[in-house]
């Protein structure tokens, strides 16, 4: 066989430019002095919310009843998660205390049936 019958031809690559054409572009827009829009239930409250809201639950009996209230009725989430987060606080503290108040009766009641 002969390879001179067989020689590469050197890669040309074929030119398939488009012409120009006027594209639809979108405008700039500036959202840098723009607040974001967001729905009502899921607006933040502000830091004195917070603490308002926590001085309310501090209340004796009637605390405990508006953060039950307040860890189901509201539209705002950030306000019922509070709530909820403060009741769950309160069980939490709860459930500690009954198992360190039920360790230390039995102790004593061990040290005084051994005396």
Not at 45 to 51: C, E, F, N, P, V
Not at 65 to 75: G, K, L, Q, R, S
Not at 96 to 115: K, N, P, R, Y
């Amino acid at each position: 066989m002969n390879n001179q019958n067989f020689q590469q031809q050197p890669y040309q690559q074929q030119n398939y430019q488009q012409p120009y054409q006027q594209t639809y572009q979108q405008p700039a827009y500036n959202n840098y002095n723009q607040t974001p829009q967001i729905p009502d239930e899921y607006k933040p409250i502000s830091m004195w919310g917070y603490l308002g809201y926590e001085f309310l639950f501090c209340l004796p009996f009637v605390g405990f009843i508006i953060a039950v209230v307040m860890a189901f009725a509201p539209e705002n989430k950030n306000v019922k998660n509070f709530a909820r987060s403060y009741l769950l606080a309160i069980v939490i503290g709860v459930v500690l205390s009954l198992i360190i108040c039920t360790l230390f009766g039995a102790t004593i009641l061990a040290i005084l049936q051994s005396m």
